[in-house]
């Protein structure tokens, strides 16, 4: 599985846009990426995932270069329950049950 | 439709001794995979199990076993009880959907601490 490199923590004003980016640049053709986030105490909590294209759903926005080798995570809105720590996987379709979380971003929304 | 349940939440042992952890998947989930999550080496991957097999497994020693019931539910043994095994052992399952991204959802987890 490709690695990546996520800032180890970042703070956002309560109702600005979070932008949590991601490098996964030895990522391959056939690999996805996947961001999950874990509030404290909580078990992780699936965003989005994507391939190549800007995916958008209720919770966020995930951005893919395109070269694939960074991704952005956008919350459009930030609130205090996004206070978490913010973690980008990259793996194929194949096995993806066996997820490598990595040290994730703790994102703190400031009141 | 009820989330992934664990039991117990909280469980205090004592080094040598062995633990059972139980994972209860959503309603016609049928992989579970298993999760262990310290300070210190954040969260990894144990094993999952699917129609009952093991079908990955992570790199831990062979005192952490698991299985899988017909029903899907699934349980995780670890034998022997070092301080070291002290952790957030958390429980996933997903759906398994051929050729599609197959969410997981995660239990609460359940606090092991060994003294």
Not at chain 1, 78 to 93: E, N, Q, S
Not at chain 2, 2 to 13: D, F, N
Not at chain 2, 78 to 107: K, M
Request: glycine share 8%; net charge positive.
């Amino acid at each position: 599985d490709a690695k990546t490199t996520q800032p180890t923590s970042m703070d956002c004003a309560e109702g600005r846009a979070a932008n949590l980016p991601c490098n996964h640049s030895t990522i391959s053709g056939n690999e996805y990426v996947y961001w999950y986030r874990q509030i404290h105490s909580q078990g992780p909590q699936y965003i989005i995932h994507g391939l190549k294209n800007n995916e958008t759903n209720e919770m966020a926005s995930l951005i893919i270069t395109e070269d694939r080798k960074s991704s952005t995570l956008i919350l459009p809105h930030a609130t205090l329950r996004d206070t978490a720590v913010y973690y980008c996987i990259v793996r194929g379709y194949s096995g993806a049950n066996n997820l490598f979380f990595g040290t994730g971003t703790r994102l703190t929304v400031i009141p | 439709k009820a989330g992934v349940t664990q039991t117990p939440r909280y469980l205090i042992k004592t080094r040598g001794q062995q633990v059972t952890l139980s994972c209860s998947p959503i309603s016609g989930h049928r992989s579970v995979s298993w999760y262990q999550q310290t300070p210190g080496q954040g969260l990894q991957f144990l094993f999952e199990y699917f129609s009952e097999t093991q079908r990955n497994k992570g790199n831990f020693p062979g005192r952490f076993s698991g299985r899988q019931f017909s029903n899907s539910r699934s349980e995780m043994n670890v034998s022997t009880l070092e301080l070291g095994d002290s952790a957030l052992y958390l429980c996933a399952s997903s759906l398994e959907v051929a050729g599609a991204y197959n969410e997981q959802f995660f239990g609460p987890g359940t606090r092991l601490t060994v003294l």
